[in-house]
């Protein structure tokens, strides 16, 4: 019986990379097989199974939902204040594809006030708005990209193209892909969290979803109302002794079973509830901010039991800290069709100072090297002025969604510090030089994780999937 | 043969990229396999087969750049066709059938010249050794070709011996055991299968009584009648309908930004019936691709074509129609495909299929047959980019006696209009009227006079001084009741209105404005009346009032009561106490006269304790007042000219208007009110396709957009299949006619295929969703075939073949891994044992409501909301619906019930994997995750259903031992009864649990009323025995058996 326990647990050993657990990955999976290693080396093959060497470990990946006005924020265009309010040139909008705009729109520069202006920051003079003056204060640790481009100029199917290199529904995000390429560096956490402010983003669970990957790989939402993961808390009157013994009894009732019947799946789920169990400890411990120094809550300004980004990008350091792979930062609230500059200005009091004081506090702790810290958004927004709302009324002018060009951002994890890839035309609207598709972008990301985005592959369907498609090419330009 | 051993790992459909030549090292394990198939049973084990040995090797390393796609066809040479193939490209050939060293292709493989190798070296693919040499030697033996056996039609193969007591099935199982040197398991104890075939058939365990009435029947056919009891039963159709509900990607809502619901349960309820039924799959298929086209299409047909209204739509501010349509279309093309065929067609909307002979055109031939219906997004003001999702609907039918009473109502409702435009028509106080009346007070806006007077009486006795801004401040004795008498004089014509104010002062208690109580200084004016006394007149005459208004009036005390005739009601401020107060009556004419008339207020308090006026004072309103009750933003919009009011002024006006307009008040309330009774009565809804009059034309879309068009096709099905029979019509019908046709090679071969992985756990071709040149080769070609066979000569009937497979002995075997099994064969490929694996995510909830006795069998209508946590739904956009935990049987129905919104499906359910259903899925994954034990302990929903297990079994079993009471739950939970292991471990964990509770009787109630909100204890039953059932009953739900099938 004992002997025939043994076997089965040595075989779900195996299985548990694959389907169980948070998932170790498909690279550890394949390290084992090749060369049928212990457990012992796992972290040694692990590396191994890497396309070459990474320069991040992790990510924080913060998607601005609804598209920020990249031109107000980080691609200053002297030329577009100065032709303010004249109408725009014909090739910006006859024969294109605008999501509200449907009468020629006059050009809209960020206004020529001393709030909006920008600033040339640190040694890098990299341009920032005065709209975020504490992230004017890391800029020599920025590196921007002034030339994304998208395909897909509506929220729901561009956010998906953005995370998942596809404008539908059915396909991986690029946190599942890394969840299934590297795995978890912690066994009680998920390989890939989620954290949201304010409403969920249209893409909905989707754009967290493992699409035809195992579902392990999927992203794990910690909510900052209820039980931070779903069902982690004991109904009531029901103590952590309690559900210890529920658990103690479990695993004895289950390893009788599994005597008789020999299958190695059960063994798997033993482990799985002693893991359940540790996580009932192991996530309220992450998610107490209370613990942190007052020092880092003023740098961040988060309070502990509130909702907040800032509370969510320290949760995100703290996540990185214990292994956590990919933190998905959802923050609500960027689509300023009307009243851009007021806004705007909003928007960025919330976030300018926790981001800011994230990639400090990484750097304070060494940790930014090995951590990568995305902006991004699904697409930018137009130079040209929006005056109508959806219902076709006149508003405070705004911005519409933009795909042509739009500046993102990332920081740490082996990219340059103070450094601009690409340029856009003198009004912003598209590429002038240099331009970085999804496709591409997606690829630069993994290849910092030390993937080859042509040889993290998954076969459905008879074909072998990737993230990028059959496209993407590394901008090594970013690249330290 | 070792060879299953790896394959345990590829259960989710997947290897990965990086152990490449190691899915190869799969396939040549196939040598020395021998099978028994008409197609492949020739084949002897030493003999190369193209399409096993050779296909596999070619697609993965040459397709691609030598395939089907002329685009990125190198050196226009093509290695998929044997003609081209084995062509003269000039001197040398690809091919010489005998002579590998004269064969360009062989050169290209085996050459130490970098620049001449194939596969390039950039292309990071490497051939192994013993590839290259399977590709020389099948050259050598002549380079013949096959076609892929996947597009060949299947015949019905010998089955080879059928062992005593088993069917056909295992006549190719025993077979292939046979040539792997395995023995087959021993036929699963009883209890264990009726558990199991339950399961599969119908989603629900046995209970008890099931189990022992098969136990108790020794007859030969007690199996069969279990297998035909349960193919009867209509948990059958809810059962099957989840998988194919998955493929059909069915939800309730659009997807997307908002993610709105829509109502389309009516096909949801069409495919449970189908399958109870037993509807023949070719009419099955019909119908749902095309049962509108169908010569007179009845209802439920139309309800059928639902199949493909469940695709996703997106309905966000500028979205572009066209492009959503467009998206629809290649969703319904795609579906198609790998439900019906297998086929990923998909890879041939922006070019020609990279490895199987899907061409472009082939894929825009299809895509032809779909792309005549309607958009589906409308933009509902026709300004604006602001979009509704849109598209055909049908109401479904409603019984007669409803029908009737809904035509009732509508004719009510259409007097009840007529009467209200009739109102908003009157030239006297109409709508109109009334804006005109309104403009011009506007222009002559009210003033307020107050009136000097003359004398005050009160029958009270109290004593009174005039002040000099002409109130009247009245102190000293406090009456309970009292009437006051105001006259005053004035010149003032055109009087439109009076003002009584009851004002302040520090001599009344509290400052007033009522006399009779410090604290609570309120007034009651009961009744006022107003008389006057012209110039002229011997008497006076009372004046009428049109209306009141007040700045102020206390609840159920408004200021028109004080003109109701009513002594009994009146006006009152509480509790807005210590603070001067108005009342407005106007007029129902304009009084008074430059000659001068005389006014006499008569204020009637007659509420008691005193709660009468301190300090009135009356004024008297000059010009037009019925612009003083109207808001800044009306008043803003009345004086623009109508034409040049925007929508929203329009719109404050009319609500104005509505508002302050009893009579039309009155009316809307009533047709509101009517309105709701009509739309209670209407027929739902449900989503349906339709065929445009006139067909759009279809073109290529070059590079899969669809604005940049190419060349017109016609549609068309792909010329790699069976052609399409020409007497069939060219629209969905006659696609949906071909699919099913007895030439099509595929279709039958991927059903049964489908339905053989949810019962074995996988498909005989384990790329279930995949059975073109890619996919993985069946493991018993003979048996997939001579079911498909057997699938369509039964008349296409599901049970038919369900119950071939569920009768075999094959199925009937002991699931235990038997050592030897998980060394060679973990997997359960060659099928040496009987299945067992978890359940999906609805069996497990369905079982678990089961087996607590919670579950209602309800069947049908409107998705359901069980419990869920809160805060699940909170998505951006317009009209988030709203979650509402079921508190009636709804919350224990059956998981195919439960409302799929796709932006964020039921969180359980997603935890065991279940799908987004935001596009088709074959096979969903099967996990095992801290978060499934995480739902399984503390998921409210299932500790409430151990509740109720615990309760049931307190109830089911009085005065029975503990032991007694275990060995029924365990008949509930497993159908068996526990081993003495199991017995000892929770009998000793209950007598533990129940100590505990006595001592700490408070935590049992607290345990007890957490676990249930609907679910309550039964009366009389002892709290801390029940509690350590609860403790117990969790225990059993988390078992891996309770959510295993085996």
Known sequence: MSEMNELAEGVSRRQLFQRAGFGIGGYALSSLFQADANADSEDSLLRRGLHFAPRAKNVIYIHMVGAPSHLDLFDYKPELQKRSGQLCPDEFFVGKQLAFIREQPSLLGTPNEDQYAFKRCGESGLEISNLMPHLQGVADDLCFIRTLHTEQFNHAPAQMFSLTGFPRFGRPSVGSWLSYGLGSENENLPAFVVLVTGQVLGAGNSAWGSGFLPTIHQGIEFRSQGDPVLFLSNPKGVSGADRRKTVDSVKHLNSLRLADVGDPEIATRIGQYEMAYRMQSSVPDLMDIGSESKAVHEMYGTEPGKTSFANNCLLARRMVERGVRFVQLFDQGWDHHNSVFDRLSNKTKEVDQPIAALIRDLKNRGMLDETLVVWSAEFGRTPMAQGRNGGGEEVKIGRDHHKEAYTVWMAGGGTKGGHVHGETDELGYGVARDGVHIHDFNATLLHLMGIDHERLTFRYQGRQFRLTDVHGHVVEDVLV | ?1046
């Not at chain 2, 397709?63 to 066809?73: A, I, N, Q, S, V």
């Not at chain 2, 062992?163 to 292939?176: C, I, K, L, Q, T």
């Not at chain 2, 014509?493 to 009344?508: D, K, Q, S, W, Y």
């Not at chain 2, 259903?945 to 029924?968: I, Y």
């Open chain 2, 1 to 1046: 043969m070792k060879s299953w051993k790896n394959r345990q790992n590829v259960e989710n459909g997947g290897g990965h990229g990086v152990s490449r030549g190691f899915s190869f090292a799969k396939r040549i394990l196939w040598i020395g396999v021998c099978v028994g198939s008409s197609q492949w049973g020739t084949v002897r084990a030493d003999e190369i087969d193209f399409n096993r040995d050779i296909r596999p090797i070619l697609s993965e390393n040459c397709f691609h750049c030598h395939g089907p796609d002329k685009e990125t066809r190198e050196a226009g040479f093509r290695l998929d066709i044997e003609e081209a193939a084995k062509a003269d490209l000039g001197g040398y050939h690809g091919l010489v059938p005998g002579d590998a060293d004269a064969s360009e292709v062989y050169y290209r493989i085996v050459t130490d010249d970098e620049g001449d190798l194939m596969p390039p070296l950039k292309s990071n693919r490497r051939l192994t050794a013993v590839q290259k040499d399977l590709l020389k030697r099948w050259i050598e033996e002549g380079a013949e070709y096959a076609e892929h056996w996947a597009y060949v039609a299947p015949e019905r193969p010998e089955t080879g011996v059928l062992p005593e007591g088993g069917n056909e099935v295992d006549g190719f199982v025993r077979g292939r055991l046979e040539e792997a040197g395995l023995k087959p398991s021993a036929e699963a104890d009883a209890r264990t299968l009726i558990r199991r075939v339950s399961l599969d058939l119908t989603g629900l365990p046995p209970t008890p009584e099931e189990v022992d009435v098969f136990l108790a029947d020794d007859s030969p056919r007690a199996y069969e009648k279990v297998v035909d009891r349960l193919l009867r039963s209509e948990r059958f159709g809810e059962r099957w309908a989840r998988p194919w509900l998955d493929l059909a990607r069915y939800a309730d809502s659009n997807g997307f930004q908002a993610d709105q619901l829509r109502d389309s349960w009516a096909y949801r309820d069409w495919v449970i019936e189908a399958l109870n039924a037993d509807m023949p799959f070719d009419q099955f298929t019909i119908e749902q691709l095309a049962g509108d086209l169908l010569p007179n299409a009845t209802v439920e047909q139309k309800i059928a074509t639902g199949f493909h209204r469940t695709v996703t739509c997106n309905v966000e501010a500028g979205v572009h129609p066209e492009e959503n349509r467009v998206n629809q279309v290649v969703d319904r093309v795609n579906t198609t495909g790998t439900v019906w065929l297998g086929a990923t067609l998909e890879c041939a909307q922006c070019h020609d299929h990279k490895y199987d002979p899907i061409t472009m055109e082939d894929y825009y031939g299809i895509y032809a047959y779909f792309n005549n219906t309607p958009l589906e997004v409308e933009n509902p003001g026709g300004t604006g980019v602001q979009f509704s999702f849109y598209g055909p609907k049908m109401e479904l039918p409603i019984g007669e006696a409803q029908a009737q009473e809904r035509e009732e109502l509508q004719g009510v409702l259409a007097s009840l209009r007529r009467d209200r435009k009739a109102l908003l028509d009157n030239k006297e106080d109409g709508r109109e009227a009334w804006e005109e009346r309104m403009r011009a007070a506007l222009k002559n806006p009210p003033k307020w006079e107050v009136l000097e007077v003359a004398s005050f009486e009160s029958n009270g006795g109290e004593d009174f001084r005039i002040l000099k801004d002409q109130s009247v401040l009245v102190t000293g004795r406090v009456p309970g009741s009292v009437v006051y008498t105001i006259t005053a004089r004035t010149d003032l014509e055109g009087i439109t209105g009076f003002r009584v104010e009851a004002l302040t002062h520090p001599e009344i208690p509290g400052n007033g404005p009522g006399r009779g109580d410090a604290k609570r200084a309120n007034f009651i004016l009961s009744e006022i009346g107003i008389e006057v006394l012209e110039k002229g007149a011997k008497r006076g005459r009372e004046l009428a009032f049109r209306g009141a208004s007040a700045n102020f009036s206390q609840v159920k005390w408004e200021v028109e009561k004080a003109i109701d005739g009513n002594p009994k009601t009146g006006w009152a401020i509480g509790p807005e106490f210590g603070k001067p107060h108005w009342a407005v009556f106007e007029t129902a004419g304009e009084v008074g006269s430059s000659e001068g008339a005389t006014f006499v207020f008569t204020l009637d308090q007659n509420f008691g304790r005193g709660r009468t006026i301190g300090r009135p004072r009356v004024s008297a309103l000059v010009g037009d007042s019925s612009s003083l009750s109207l808001p800044d933003d009306v008043v803003e919009a009345l004086k623009l000219e109508a034409k040049k009011r925007n929508n929203k002024q329009r719109r404050a006006i009319d609500a104005f208007y509505m508002e302050s307009n009893p009579k039309v008040k009155e009316i809307d309330a009533e047709i509101a009110r009517v309105d709701r009774l009509f739309n209670e009565l209407a027929p739902p809804t449900t989503l349906v396709m339709v065929e445009m009059e006139e067909p759009r034309e279809t073109k290529i879309m070059k590079r899969g957009n669809y604005l940049d068009l190419g060349e017109t096709v016609t549609a068309a099905t792909p010329a790699v299949l069976p052609a399409i029979d020409p007497s069939f019509p060219k629209n969905r019908l006659g696609l949906a006619k071909w699919l099913v046709s007895p030439e099509n090679p595929l279709v039958a071969r991927v059903t049964v295929n489908r339905w053989w992985a949810e019962i074995f756990g996988d498909g005989i071709v384990s790329t279930v969703e995949d059975f073109g040149t890619q996919s993985e080769p069946p493991t018993h070609p003979g048996l997939l075939d001579w079911l498909a066979v057997e699938f369509v000569e039964s008349g296409w009937s599901m049970k038919h073949v369900l119950k071939k497979m569920v009768m075999s002995k094959t199925y009937r075997q002991d699931s235990a891994l038997r050592p030897d099994l998980l060394e060679e064969d973990l997997g359960n490929r060659y099928l040496a044992r009987g299945p067992r694996f978890r359940m999906s995510a609805e069996m497990i909830r369905d079982n678990a409501l089961a087996v607590s006795g919670l579950l209602s069998t309800k069947m049908g209508g409107e998705p359901i909301m069980p419990y869920q946590p809160p805060g699940m739904w909170r998505q951006v956009g317009r009209n988030e619906p709203k979650w509402v935990d079921a508190q009636d049987e709804d919350r224990f129905r059956r998981g195919i019930y439960v409302i799929w919104r796709r932006a964020a499906p039921y969180p359980s359910f997603v935890n065991f994997d279940g799908p987004d259903r935001g596009s088709c899925v074959v096979k969903r994954p099967r996990t095992n995750t801290p978060l499934q034990a995480l739902t399984l302990m503390n998921d409210p929903a299932y500790v409430e259903m151990a509740l109720a297990l615990a309760s049931r079994l307190m109830v089911e079993c009085p005065g029975a031992t503990m032991g007694e009471k275990l060995s029924h739950a365990y008949e509930l939970v497993f159908s068996r009864r526990p081993s003495e292991g199991e017995a000892q471990h929770l009998e000793s964990v209950y007598r533990e649990r129940v100590t505990y509770y006595r001592e700490n009787p408070e935590t049992a109630e607290v345990v007890i009323a957490g676990a249930g909100e609907v679910v309550k204890a039964p009366p009389g039953v002892d709290a801390a025995e029940l509690a350590a059932w609860l403790h117990l009953a969790n225990i059993l739900l988390n078992l891996d058996e309770t959510i295993t099938k085996g």
